[in-house]
């Protein structure tokens, strides 16, 4: 048996017609160029006769991708056929992806045909398709709930007709691994001619099982896994690529399969997905989340130092990562402060280390994540220094359709306060113009980032910054309700870092010149 495992990837199809997923035509071509950078052996670019959006994307990108396979997906019917060949075939490589349901519950319920009905059907249709592309796939959706000996019919008249891929897809997540196994090895000890095909598993996450299920069947003889990047598709999405592919690529051995899939290109194309779609995935997702290969806990961050082996099952370099993280944080020890500290350039003797660990759970308590400026403020002692400086008393912005963005914010600064206004290309650019005014520092933004950190209307609101003063970058981050204020009081922290990071430089100077 075929050791190689094809990786049909469905992010632009069934990820794509999820909620919140959705893409414009460019964007879909941007995202399956980065599935060809990734090495995919299928792109599914979408369902061509759901839209006259969905046919245009489809064509453009079966005009464009070389390497890769292009799907276009249709119901069993002609009308859905022709548009799918209409879209795809100028591909290099294109293949019908033609499904119907098979499982009593959506016959009866959905399709209202009877067995036979739809047995006539996938004949038809999977002739038909036959006649315009020799890449015929047959789906039978809902295969998992669908009565066995109906299935193996079904799946040998699909053969007969000239599929050359059959996909059992688990179309709700309701399958057990083993059970979806199962489902795999009957048909491929009782259909005729199966040998012949390539068996596919298409699995959705409705019970966490996506992952676990597609490598039962690959484990029960299927060599092709439908997927999407960062898991996005109906529901619960549908199985994630990355989790597949390095789960085949860590664990090669004793599975004894592999994927075609250049890894280093997992990273990257996960970020695509997300920019273009505004769906970030989970911190602590497998493989592409920030925390994947990010360590805080202090035993765990000593182990890493020694050897990453010790809490890291594959690098992050494999999945095109720099490197690994140790957060500093409260869980920290003294051995990745020591260790931070070395890498910006401070070898800290025993002594000052103990007090710099001191100083550094203080601040760690009241912070959630330290930055590399708040290490080095509590090496040269000016933990707190930031409270000094500039504060946002209030702010009030006015913009909208027809309205210049504006911005009134009152800061202090000890005892004085100042209020000033700006205008700007948006609220938050008319709120750092107004912050320029009022401090005379100008900034260049160079990072800028939003995210909720609670759910709902009221959502509170994560600012991060990065903005370079006099060449120097220094970060600020701020949580609100309001996004403006939030952005406001981030660009601040930077300010003020840059502001007792140049008081500080100014007292040295003015100390050597006086001891000279
Ligand atoms: O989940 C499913 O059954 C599908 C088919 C159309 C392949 O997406
Ligand atoms: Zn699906």
């Given at each position: 048996?075929?050791?190689?495992?094809?990786?049909?990837?469905?992010?632009?199809?069934?990820?794509?017609?999820?909620?919140g997923?959705?893409?414009?035509?460019?964007?879909?071509?941007?995202?399956?160029?980065?599935?060809?950078?990734?090495?995919?052996?299928?792109?599914?670019a979408?369902?061509?006769?759901?839209?006259?959006?969905?046919?245009?994307?489809?064509?453009?990108?079966?005009?464009?991708?070389?390497?890769?396979?292009?799907?276009?997906?249709?119901?069993?019917?002609?009308q859905?056929?022709?548009r799918?060949?209409?879209?795809?075939?100028?591909?290099?490589?294109?293949?019908?992806?033609?499904?119907?349901?098979?499982?009593?519950?959506?016959?009866?319920?959905?399709?209202?045909?009877?067995?036979?009905?739809?047995?006539?059907?996938?004949?038809?249709?999977?002739?038909y398709?036959?006649?315009?592309?020799?890449?015929?796939?047959?789906?039978?959706?809902?295969?998992?709930?669908?009565?066995?000996?109906?299935?193996?019919?079904?799946?040998?008249?699909?053969?007969?007709?000239?599929?050359?891929?059959?996909?059992?897809?688990?179309?709700?997540?309701?399958?057990?691994?083993?059970?979806?196994?199962?489902?795999?090895?009957?048909?491929?000890?009782?259909?005729?001619?199966?040998?012949?095909?390539?068996?596919?598993?298409?699995?959705?996450?409705?019970?966490?099982?996506?992952?676990?299920?597609?490598?039962?069947?690959?484990?029960?003889?299927?060599?092709?896994?439908?997927?999407?990047?960062?898991?996005i598709?109906?529901?619960?999405?549908?199985?994630?690529?990355?989790?597949?592919?390095?789960?085949?690529?860590?664990?090669?051995?004793?599975?004894?399969?592999?994927?075609?899939?250049?890894?280093?290109?997992?990273?990257?194309?996960?970020?695509?997905?997300?920019?273009?779609?505004?769906?970030?995935?989970?911190?602590?997702?497998?493989?592409?989340?920030?925390?994947?290969?990010?360590?805080e806990?202090?035993?765990?961050?000593?182990g890493m130092?020694?050897?990453?082996?010790?809490?890291?099952?594959?690098?992050?370099?494999?999945?095109?990562?720099?490197?690994?993280?140790?957060?500093?944080?409260?869980?920290?020890?003294?051995?990745?402060?020591?260790?931070?500290?070395?890498?910006?350039?401070?070898?800290l003797?025993?002594?000052?280390?103990?007090?710099?660990?001191?100083?550094?759970?203080?601040?760690?308590?009241?912070?959630?994540?330290?930055?590399?400026?708040?290490?080095?403020?509590?090496?040269?002692?000016?933990?707190?220094?930031?409270?000094?400086?500039?504060?946002?008393?209030?702010?009030?912005?006015?913009?909208?359709?027809?309205?210049?963005?504006?911005?009134?914010?009152?800061?202090?600064?000890?005892?004085?306060?100042?209020?000033?206004?700006?205008?700007?290309?948006?609220?938050?650019?008319?709120?750092?113009?107004?912050?320029?005014?009022?401090?005379?520092?100008?900034?260049?933004?160079?990072?800028?980032?939003?995210?909720?950190?609670?759910?709902?209307?009221?959502?509170?609101?994560?600012?991060?910054?990065?903005?370079?003063?006099?060449?120097?970058?220094?970060?600020?981050?701020?949580?609100s309700?309001?996004i403006?204020?939030?952005?406001?009081?981030?660009?601040?922290?930077?300010?003020?870092?840059?502001?007792?990071?140049?008081?500080?430089?100014?007292?040295?100077?003015?100390?050597?010149?006086?001891?000279?």
């Amino acid at each position: 048996m075929e050791h190689r495992v094809h990786i049909f990837d469905t992010t632009l199809r069934d990820g794509e017609q999820s909620p919140g997923c959705s893409m414009n035509l460019e964007e879909k071509v941007r995202m399956a160029r980065q599935l060809e950078h990734l090495r995919v052996d299928v792109i599914e670019a979408g369902f061509p006769i759901a839209s006259a959006g969905d046919f245009e994307a489809v064509q453009f990108i079966a005009k464009t991708v070389e390497q890769s396979t292009v799907a276009a997906l249709a119901r069993a019917v002609k009308q859905d056929i022709d548009r799918a060949w209409e879209a795809i075939q100028y591909a290099k490589h294109p293949r019908i992806h033609t499904f119907i349901a098979t499982s009593d519950i959506h016959l009866k319920h959905k399709l209202k045909k009877t067995r036979e009905q739809v047995l006539t059907d996938t004949v038809t249709a999977v002739k038909y398709a036959k006649s315009l592309c020799d890449n015929v796939e047959f789906s039978c959706e809902d295969a998992s709930r669908s009565d066995i000996n109906f299935l193996c019919e079904l799946v040998a008249a699909a053969i007969d007709s000239g599929a050359v891929v059959i996909n059992l897809p688990d179309t709700v997540g309701y399958a057990l691994p083993e059970e979806y196994g199962a489902m795999f090895s009957e048909i491929r000890r009782r259909v005729p001619g199966v040998d012949n095909v390539i068996l596919s598993a298409h699995c959705h996450n409705d019970l966490g099982l996506a992952v676990a299920n597609s490598l039962a069947a690959v484990h029960n003889g299927a060599r092709q896994i439908e997927c999407t990047v960062n898991g996005i598709g109906e529901r619960a999405g549908n199985a994630s690529l990355e989790e597949i592919v390095m789960a085949i690529k860590t664990r090669g051995e004793k599975l004894g399969i592999e994927t075609n899939i250049d890894t280093h290109e997992i990273y990257k194309s996960s970020k695509l997905l997300s920019s273009l779609t505004g769906m970030l995935v989970q911190r602590n997702k497998a493989i592409v989340g920030a925390n994947a290969f990010a360590h805080e806990a202090g035993i765990h961050q000593d182990g890493m130092l020694k050897s990453p082996i010790t809490y890291e099952i594959m690098t992050p370099q494999s999945v095109g990562i720099k490197h690994s993280t140790l957060v500093l944080g409260k869980h920290s020890g003294r051995h990745a402060l020591k260790q931070r500290y070395a890498e910006l350039g401070y070898e800290l003797p025993a002594d000052e280390l103990d007090r710099a660990y001191q100083a550094f759970c203080t601040v760690a308590d009241k912070k959630k994540e330290i930055f590399d400026e708040d290490l080095i403020a509590i090496i040269e002692d000016r933990v707190g220094d930031v409270d000094d400086y500039y504060q946002l008393e209030t702010i009030q912005v006015s913009s909208g359709t027809n309205v210049r963005p504006t911005a009134t914010l009152e800061l202090r600064l000890g005892d004085q306060r100042f209020v000033d206004s700006a205008t700007g290309d948006g609220p938050v650019d008319a709120a750092y113009k107004t912050i320029e005014r009022i401090t005379g520092v100008t900034g260049k933004l160079t990072e800028y980032s939003i995210k909720s950190v609670s759910l709902g209307r009221d959502a509170i609101g994560e600012v991060f910054v990065r903005a370079e003063f006099n060449g120097v970058l220094y970060n600020g981050r701020a949580v609100s309700t309001d996004i403006i204020t939030g952005s406001a009081k981030a660009y601040l922290e930077a300010l003020n870092r840059f502001l007792v990071a140049s008081k500080r430089k100014k007292e040295a100077e003015q100390q050597t010149s006086v001891a000279v």
